[in-house]
């Protein structure tokens, strides 16, 4: 049997994941980190992007998140992020709606320039994880 740690994840709304997990890979605000058992303690910001979780019970896991953050500690990972959803609830019909939405921001200033680019990556870590 492998070695585990505990993840949760959580919105302002809901708790959408509370299991054992083997292996966790989430999207830092500068790049992917992988998460074994007995990993040293880690506080990072998280950016938009693919959460997969790996579980013996459940299998592979994964979930679009929009930023928060990210503890280790304990063989415990929690993740409180502002925006998430589980693979199954994306529909590819919606995140290719989103991409094109944004892709028609216009572009008046830097902020708005930031802004289209946040929902261009948005759009697009929903259609990686898109399953229907």
Do not use: W
């Amino acid at each position: 049997m492998a070695k585990t740690l505990h993840c949760c994840v959580i919105t302002p709304e809901q708790q959408l994941f509370d299991a054992e997990a083997t292996s966790v890979v989430l999207p830092a605000h500068d790049g992917l980190i992988g998460i074994l058992h007995d990993r040293a303690p880690l506080l990072c910001e998280l950016g938009t992007g693919v959460l997969r979780l790996e579980s013996e019970k459940e299998g592979t896991r994964q979930f679009y998140v929009d930023g928060g953050f990210a503890q280790v500690l304990h063989n415990e990972v929690t993740i409180l992020t502002e925006r998430a959803a589980a693979a199954e609830n994306v529909t590819r019909s919606d995140a290719n709606k989103a991409l094109e939405q944004a892709e028609k921001m216009p572009i008046k200033d830097e902020k708005s320039a930031a802004a289209r680019s946040r929902a261009i990556a948005r759009a697009k870590a929903q259609l990686q994880i898109a399953t229907k």
